[in-house]
């Protein structure tokens, strides 16, 4: 029902929050009240401790083809209501419909690397050591793991950690970004309807209270954390303080280097989905677009010439390209930075401040923004915008490109669109970001390899999926045996 509090599911049972505090889940599109998210307790967060902790004794004793099981189940659920769940995120979030699929899709590609943990990756062993001596390192599961979600990827993100966890053998609790609760709530009927056993998977719903309750407990031994880098760092230093094990993906201003001799034809498709797809809302989107050289007076035309074309409206709408800001808060920043972009000498050739899509009068709608002649000390060209917002910088070669790229704080993405190898190889050897795309506009590493990032876009050692995940969800144990 549109304004319902949504529940918490501790222990098996959906539960209603004792807080009495909410937070209003609106509709970027349509203005609506969606639903309210309560400000859950650190009492409801030690419930959820409580409920995984009680669970996971006999979780890691269960049997791992047993364990995998239920992930399956889970796995053909989320294809059964792949549409419903994709409607989902387009509605609370905004984005466009196949965007919401692609989201899905990659949940449903992590579980299925997941199922496979338990039997290809949890051990590994050497005969004869020394004569008649054998050592063998088992992987073995901690006890109770949580995730801290961000509002941009409200299906896809838990599902980079929960599923290697629980194949692991762990138990797990999943706190969603208050923005977007919906997506987690539907995920949970399904996990609900897979029938795990009670307590090893929690949803508890909230802010800093529940996150500062599930890093503090005694019984909790790692956090995987999604979002901004000043909250990242932050949890990051409290993880430490309480001798959690942290993975924290960060924020990110990713820059995207054209060279002269690209095919602009196949490269400007690219970049409208790389600045602008999401409605530029996505940790690996482009935001800084450094034209080498000759390549800079045509491909500025042909990237203002796209933007134009982009259509923008309700996500639902198949036709649709992008989508709004999913909430007001973010509107409001990203026009901040436009106005600060102009008042520090940019030029805005792409203003998309304007647009209004007349059935949807209280959607948070803004077009693509192009800026040129930005500079590297600019603001837009420093710090994280996250909204539809290309800032243009002219540059005479690769090196000063590299350059810009490096006085960045951040490190989570960059591409090149060239047609030299040796260009692209240079590219991939020197460039300090975590996930680097040749003629690759947004560089998504697929479920069996590990989403990295470098710099204020990653803390932490072991990144989210692949084997990184197999060893942030284990802990190594190494027995030598001798039998006389
Ligand atoms: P955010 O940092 O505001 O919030 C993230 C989570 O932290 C939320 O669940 C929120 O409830 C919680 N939180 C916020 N303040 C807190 C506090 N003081 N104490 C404890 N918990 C707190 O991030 P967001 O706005 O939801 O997400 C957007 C950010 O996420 C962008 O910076 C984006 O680049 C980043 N992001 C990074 C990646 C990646 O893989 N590196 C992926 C997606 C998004």
Sequence with gaps: MKGEVVKNYINGRWVESKSKE??????????????????????????????????????????????????????????????????????????????????????????????????????????????????????????VFFCVAPFNFPGMVPTWFWPFAIACGNTYIVKPSEQVPLSQIRQFELIDKVGFPKGVMNLVNGGPEVVNALIKSP??????????????????????????????????????????????????????????????????????????????????????????????????????QMGPIATKAALKRVLGYIETGIKEGAELILDGRNVKIPDYPKGLFIGPNIFDKVTPEMTIAKEEIFGPVMSIIHVKDLDEAIDIIHANTYGNASSVFTSSGKIARDYQYRVRAGNIGINIGIVAPIAT?????????????????????????TENKVVITRWF
Excluded at 276 to 303: D, H, I, M, W
Aim: with cysteine.
């Design 219 to 320: 019984d909790t031994v790692g956090m995987s954390f999604v979002g901004s880098t000043p909250i990242g760092k932050l949890l990051y230093k409290k993880c430490g303080e309480h001798g959690k094990r942290a993975q924290v993906q960060a924020g990110a201003k990713n820059f995207i280097t054209v060279m002269p001799d690209a095919n602009i034809e196949r490269t400007v498709p690219n970049l409208m989905s790389s600045f602008f797809g999401n409605t530029g809302q996505r940790c690996l989107s482009g935001a800084v677009l450094l034209a080498v050289g000759e390549v800079y007076n045509p491909l500025k035309v042909a990237v203002v010439n796209a933007a134009k074309e982009l259509v923008i409206g309700n996500g639902l709408n198949e036709d649709v």
């Design 22 to 143: 909410t937070r209003d889940v609106i509709s970027p599109t349509t203005g609506e009240l969606l639903a309210r998210t309560p400000m859950s307790t650190a009492e409801e967060a030690q419930e959820a401790i409580e409920a995984a902790k009680t669970a996971y004794e006999r979780w890691r004793s269960t049997p791992a083809q047993t364990r995998i099981r239920y992930l399956y189940r889970f796995r053909n659920l989320l294809e059964d209501y792949f549409e419903e769940l994709s409607k989902t995120i387009t509605m609370e979030h905004g984005k466009i419909i196949d965007e919401s699929r692609g989201e899905y899709r990659r949940a449903v590609e992590n579980v299925e690397a997941a199922a496979s943990i338990p039997t290809l990756q949890m051990g590994y062993n050497f005969e004869d050591i020394a004569a008649g001596i054998d050592e063998m390192v088992i992987k073995q599961p901690l006890g």
């Design 449 to 473: 390899f590990p989403f990295s990032g470098m710099k204020d876009s990653f803390f932490g050692d072991l990144h989210g999926q692949g084997k990184d995940a197999v060893d942030f969800f």
